[in-house]
């Protein structure tokens, strides 16, 4: 199996402006997953996929290879990840002259994932051949049974999810639910080219710790992830982003 990984990293985020490239526990944020993706020892290439030089900079100064810079056509703000990553793999085989059969995309706005957590998927991945894709996952911090709501058309609340017959009187009672944690997709290559859409009737999963499964889309989450890796990962200190409210 020939494995390649790529890190889509886009310049135009507007939640959090230039956000790749914060400087995250003394480092750039996408420099992680590189850094990452290169520690578990999983891949015969490592590379970035970004409309920005200047990211393209970082990730091969912290060991990339075969960059590649995206067409406009592929930088938008509504571009799906899955052209991204069809053309990425394609330059990189050009380039490198290896055929890939399994392509894992890592986002890079994830930095406290565990290398670990990569094998694990890529397995889940690779020892059933029905899979398109595998995908991580963390649980739930809200369950859709019990204290999620949904507003209906009435103007009232109700559980989003409901279970005939069931009383709901308890969280544990009811089925435990996931979210995708935005972490690690892992792709057969022809359910790359099968799906325009990551969630399939063919994804498998792995289960990550909610511990490592920040997904940084705004200050808040930076600062919150920033917090954690600190506190509890042992991680250098990271600067908070966010301001306080005005009183």
């Not at 199996?1 to 914060?22: E, H, T, V, W, Y």
């Not at 930088?75 to 990425?88: T, Y």
């Not at 009811?174 to 290559?189: D, F, T």
Request: hydrophobic share 40%; proline share 7%.
């Amino acid at each position: 199996m020939k494995r390649l990984c790529i890190i889509a990293a886009r310049s135009g985020s507007k939640g959090l402006p230039n956000k790749n490239a914060l400087i995250f526990a003394g480092k750039p944020l996408l420099a992680h997953s590189i850094e990452q993706a290169l520690a578990s020892g999983q891949f015969d290439c490592v590379t970035i996929s970004s409309d920005s030089q200047a990211y393209i900079d970082i990730a091969v100064a912290h060991g990339a290879t075969h960059p590649v810079l995206r067409p406009d056509a592929l930088s938008g703000d509504n571009v799906a990840k899955q052209p991204v990553l069809r053309h990425a793999l394609e330059t990189v085989e050009v380039s490198s002259g290896i055929k890939f059969d399994t392509i894992v995309d890592l986002q890079p706005t994830s930095p406290l994932r565990r290398p670990e957590d990569i094998p694990g998927t890529i397995a889940t991945l690779e020892k059933d051949s029905s899979l398109a894709n595998a995908i991580s996952i963390a649980a739930c911090k809200v369950s859709p049974y019990f204290n999620q709501v949904e507003v209906g058309d009435n103007g009232r609340l109700a559980i989003a999810k409901t279970l005939s017959g069931h009383a709901k009187t308890r969280r544990q009672d009811v089925p435990k639910s996931y979210q995708l944690n935005g972490s690690i997709y892992a792709w057969s290559r022809a359910g790359l080219y099968a799906w325009d859409h990551a969630l399939t009737p063919e994804s498998g999963y792995w289960e990550m710790p909610d511990l490592y499964s920040f997904d940084v889309d705004l200050a808040l989450d930076f600062d919150l992830a920033a917090f954690v890796a600190e506190t509890q990962l042992g991680w250098p200190h990271t600067p908070p982003l966010s301001q306080k409210p005005k009183t």
